[in-house]
């Protein structure tokens, strides 16, 4: 794995303040129109059930595999789960031209209660996803709430929601916790996005490109909160000072004593 | 005929003058539906300014200590007022 496609510690603290990253251009268009025809044809079904290694379930040969093995998107998926991830599942979500309604709000699966290990799904933007033909939407920093799924549904506007409008090619990793809804397609072609489920094989600690661990820009990327915590903002930093401890395997990191203070307990 | 619409805000702590950080609104006279733009503002910024147009507030946030262990974990959104309006409505 080349050093410079995995992420570096700046993204990684946008990763985990986010809960997801977005990279554009990462796949060319060539491909992308292979892809596209792929799903329009209904063929983008792997060959090995849930829980298999990722590496074997497309061809690689096959322009499914060539997707998921592009060095960046390789990078992104090592840098955050690691090498030889496990497949957990995948979905070619279709959006159908004239559908005015956005998905209602939710978080997938079921309830998470790991505290720090996570998994990834990619969303793989195959095609132009203008602002009329929706994207995803995602609440960014929401990735820390455990919610049973769309019981949060009827929450239509939260600030900072971001929506995913984008040129074909465009890559967006997030954390399985992250809330996220289709948004309408207010055109009349059908909008598709792949998404794929990841799980780790490895402990997730410094899997991506460390050169700049101590880069002083990190804490600012990895507190800057969200217009939407409230009050809240501090929970969310301790949040933030957890999984930063753990994907660094450094256990006294902290920012301001936030944590230090509530851990101090002389004897 | 009147018909109930609910205007839910989401307040930035418990007090009904904090500003509003999220919002949803479902119209029982089928006359409005809630905007998909994801920058739609709130139509109020506080519990406040929207009794002072006219909504009665029908729910309160309750204010709950948190379980031992877990005062460190979050979750739904905390602070949801709930307000209603009765509009007329076309048999």
């Known amino acids: 794995m080349n050093k410079a496609d995995l992420l570096n510690t700046k993204q990684m603290a946008e990763f985990a303040s986010n809960g997801f990253i977005r990279f554009d251009d990462v796949l060319p268009l060539d491909l992308c129109a292979e892809i596209k025809a792929i799903f329009d044809a209904n063929s983008a079904a792997g060959r090995g059930p849930m829980g298999s290694p990722l590496s074997g379930i497309w061809p690689e040969d096959s322009p499914m595999y060539r997707m998921i093995y592009q060095p960046r998107v390789r990078g992104m998926i090592e840098s955050l789960v690691g090498p030889d991830s496990r497949y957990d599942h995948h979905a070619v979500h279709k959006t159908p031209g004239g559908k005015l309604e956005a998905q209602g709000l939710h978080a997938d699966a079921e309830i998470d209660v790991r505290e720090d290990a996570f998994d990834i799904q990619l969303s793989i933007f195959v095609h132009d996803t203008p602002l009329e033909m929706g994207g995803t939407r995602f609440l960014p920093g929401s990735h820390f709430r455990r919610v049973h799924e769309s019981q949060v549904g009827r929450y239509q506007h939260v600030k900072g929601m971001y929506q995913v409008v984008c040129k074909a090619g465009t890559v967006v990793a997030w954390h399985h916790n992250l809330w996220h809804g289709a948004q309408p397609n207010f055109t009349d072609e059908m909008r598709y996005m792949f998404k794929l489920r990841l799980n780790p094989t490895v402990k997730q600690q410094l899997l991506w490109n460390t050169d700049d661990l101590d880069d002083a820009g990190v804490n600012g990327i990895l507190f800057h909160g969200q217009p939407w915590y409230g009050q809240e903002n501090r929970i969310e930093q301790f949040n933030r000072i957890r999984l930063w401890r753990f994907l660094t395997n450094n256990p006294t990191f902290d920012t301001a004593l936030w944590y230090g203070r509530v851990e101090n307990e002389p004897q | ?91």
């Open chain 2, 1 to 91: 005929m009147k018909r109930q619409q609910l205007l839910f805000l989401y307040l930035g702590n418990s007090a009904p003058d904090s500003s509003a950080i999220g919002w949803s609104i479902y119209d029982g006279t089928g006359k409005e539906k809630p905007p998909t733009a994801v920058d739609s503002p709130p139509p109020y910024d506080s519990v406040l300014a929207a009794m002072l147009d006219g909504w009665r507030v029908i729910q309160v946030p309750t204010l709950k200590p948190d379980l031992q262990g877990q005062e460190y974990h979050t979750d739904y959104l905390t602070f949801e007022y709930v307000l209603e309006r009765l509009e007329d409505c076309d048999e």
